[in-house]
């Protein structure tokens, strides 16, 4: 199998396996982690559905490609609990019970390990932990966090006790830690794309301990990332621009260069927000230098965002706070364009912002922001973001001031009765 990917990541060859699968009729959550849990034989062979679209992918058998036919067996690493037929079987259960959960809102169905207290802790838990967090994004990339957060809380909860209470040896605790550092973020997201920022705020506090705990740089540089972005959005840039700058410190040795790009677009942020241009524009360049390197087996799957798309629409927010309204409006464009069909929450977001720079700049075009702004009114309500509908009463404000031009008042007028705002 590693030799038919050539030369792509484990992050592309998931999102191949995702097409595939979709061209099968075949709706399958494959991330980075699954496909290195194949390659480095924690999984001695793929479940049925995966089966069925690798063979078509590739025209070969699972031998062929290097699998066991049998069943996977257990993890090789020392173990408390009992082994044999059935614990191999509740290893695999674990490990991928919630593989297509992410296009639900059910986390966690019905008697799943990650319900309650577990006495022993082995490495299927930490991949449940594992892919509880992927199926998080995969659910907010297009339907927003507000669905998600209680029950993420819930599932943070059972990670705590078992980290607590539980009996695991010392390589499967240190490997719970970041999974559970790693669910630590991906709850603080959703509190705060749901506006807790103080939750989140906590939240990231808690990751970044739990990664120097586990010694995980990878973790580490991204609660440090997770904080720039909370203190740029809250009004805060030079500690954005520290904590951008820590994160690349933590992960400059990580073998990632498309993370290193993130932070430094992060940074960026923080930059633009302070009003200096110059600081952006390198800060920006480096990101782009970066990210051109391209991608590495080593970039993490919450990565997975960071598209072509993302790069341009965080350069277009860097541009909006520096008052560059035509190039941030066009940079917008061009991040809506690149998502295609995918990430819808952060479509409807960059198509706001389209909508706000062609209200605010030197020159309005206020009947090409009210059909960007009636693009945004489509995501409702399959997305539910505090974020987006706050954004949508700035495109709101934003536009007001044209209320006279007709395409405008239209607008308004279903702004109003979409959001029930009088």
């Known amino acids: 199998m590693r030799e038919l990917k050539l030369q ?45 679209i690798l063979t078509r992918m590739t025209g070969r058998s699972m031998s062929d490609l290097g699998f066991s036919v049998g069943r996977p067996a257990a993890p090789a690493e020392p173990r408390t609990e009992a082994v044999g037929p059935e614990m191999e079987d509740l290893v695999e259960r674990r490990a991928f019970l919630l593989d297509s959960a992410g296009a ?8 799943s390990r990650l319900e309650g207290r577990r006495a022993r802790i082995g490495a299927g838990d930490v991949r449940a932990v ?28 059972t990670s705590y006790q078992w980290l607590q209470d539980g009996s695991y040896t010392q390589r499967t605790g240190q490997r719970l830690r970041s999974a559970t550092g790693f669910l630590i973020i991906a709850a603080g997201w959703l509190s705060y794309d749901s506006g807790r920022v103080a939750d989140a705020r906590s939240l990231y506090g808690e990751a970044l301990a739990a990664a120097r705990i586990a010694a995980d740089p990878g973790l580490e540089g991204h609660a440090f990332g997770c904080l720039s972005l909370l203190a740029k959005a809250s009004g805060r840039p030079r500690e954005a621009i520290s904590a951008a700058q820590g994160a690349q410190t933590v992960a400059r040795t990580y073998g990632s260069p498309r993370m290193l790009a993130l932070f430094a677009m992060r940074e960026a942020g923080g930059w633009a927000l302070l009003g200096d241009s110059s600081a952006t524009d390198k800060a920006i360049v480096r990101a782009h230098t970066l990210y051109a390197q391209g991608p590495r087996d080593a970039d993490p799957s919450w990565l ?25 409006a066009s940079g917008a464009e061009q991040a809506v364009l690149l998502h295609g069909n995918a990430f819808a929450r952060n479509r409807a977001l960059y198509t706001a912002d389209i909508a ?18 009636g693009r945004v009114l489509a995501f409702l309500p399959e997305v539910s973001s505090d974020r987006l509908l706050k954004q949508l009463h700035n495109v709101e404000s934003a536009l007001q001031r044209h209320a006279a031009v007709p395409e405008v008042a239209d607008w308004l ?5 979409t959001t029930g705002i009088s």
């Open 8 to 52: 792509m990541s484990r992050v592309e060859f998931a999102q191949a396996i995702v097409e595939a699968g979709r061209d099968m009729g075949e709706a399958v959550g494959c991330t980075a982690r699954l496909v290195a849990a194949w390659e480095d034989g924690e999984v001695l062979c793929p479940r049925a559905v995966y089966r069925r």
């Open 304 to 328: 997975e965002f960071f598209t072509p798309a993302e790069l341009a629409g965080l350069e277009a927010l860097a541009r909006a706070d520096l008052d560059q309204h035509e190039r941030a």
């Open 130 to 157: 594992d892919q509880v967090v992927n199926d998080i994004y995969t659910h907010d990339h297009d339907h927003g966090s507000a669905a998600l957060r209680r029950q993420a809380a819930k599932i943070l909860h």
């Open 104 to 111: 639900t809102l059910g986390l966690v169905p019905p008697g």
């Open 413 to 417: 007028e279903e702004y109003r009765t």
């Open 356 to 373: 706000i720079q062609h209200a605010v700049k030197d020159r309005p075009e206020p009947e090409a922001a009210a059909e960007a702004a």
